[in-house]
């Protein structure tokens, strides 16, 4: 539900789409598992490929609370696959 609601608003955009279409630097902050909950900043420099809707996803992720959601990223081709960072 709020996964089709997000990817709906902002489709399949990048960070680095939303930067180089409108000159905004937005900023996601997510959580990872595997740093043990060290935080990662997403944007157009730390990672330009990530789709927005996925790090808005993550973003909701909390350990205990909500699952966590994976992050995704549109590659060179134009497909969108897993990113691990």
Known sequence: MLK????DQTRDLTFKD??????????ITVTDKKLENEQLLLNYITAPDVLIWSACMASCSIPDVFLEQE???RNSKGLIENYHP
């Open 4 to 7: 089709n609601f997000i990817r």
């Open 18 to 27: 939303v930067y180089e279409k409108n000159g905004w630097i937005l900023n």
């Open 71 to 73: 992050l995704y990223i």
